[in-house]
């Protein structure tokens, strides 16, 4: 496991059974990245989800500086500089999934996100010429929808019962999004060995409301 703060990766690798290593490091320095994976050695799966600092992101485009328009396509860079660094160490029977959003299917017209999801689209396109180019390792890339994360954390009391109303009474599924949920479906990515190049939305139907 590998996020920037050793502290947060402790305390998850704590509640974890079995053989967990858990390393620091920055997805968005290479060097750090490249540091990483020279330790971690020889490996089978790569499950890519770093970065997500969604909510402080968004903007109109009008209101949009460059500076937080390049921030917005940082996912895509920290996606490359692990698939990059991983590529060299991963096994032939291996697979790498990353991580894409929903709104590549579902634009948002409200939400100041059109350079996320920019990203999200690279990450996806990134993903499925990987599983062409890389081949016989497996690339998948998973799309989820309104995910109960750390990413909706500095929401107020407020905004956070609107949104599981909303999701309540518009998602297909009657419900948020939960971390597991996700879970489950990269780990049916990662181990049925006859998928590949599908970029798979996980997101209680939100693509087709
Ligand atoms: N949650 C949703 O509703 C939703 C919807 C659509 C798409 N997504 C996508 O799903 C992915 C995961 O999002 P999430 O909701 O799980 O976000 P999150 O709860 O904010 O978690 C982000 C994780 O990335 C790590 N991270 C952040 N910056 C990093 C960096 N520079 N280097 C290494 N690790 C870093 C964080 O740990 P540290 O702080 O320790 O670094 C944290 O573990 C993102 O690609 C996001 O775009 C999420």
Redesign the pocket.
Known sequence: M????QD??NHVANSIVGNVKAI??????ENSVDALFEQVGSFDHLVV??????NSLRSSLADMDTETARRGM??FW?TFFAARAAVKNIAQDGSITL?????IFKPSKTGGVSV?SAA?GA?AVFGRTLAAELAPIRVNVI???????????NQSNSERSDLLEWAEKSLRVEHI?Q?EE?AQAILSLITNSYITGVVLPVDGGLSIT
Do not use: H, Q
Not at 24 to 29: E, M, S
């Open positions: 590998s996020s920037r703060s947060k990766l620091a490091a920055n997805i968005l320095d989800t770093a970065v997500a600092d969604e940082e996912k920290g991580t894409s959003s929903v709104s996320m999200s990450v799309a989820p929808g309104v995910v109960e994360t750390g990413v909706w954390s999004g971390a996700l």
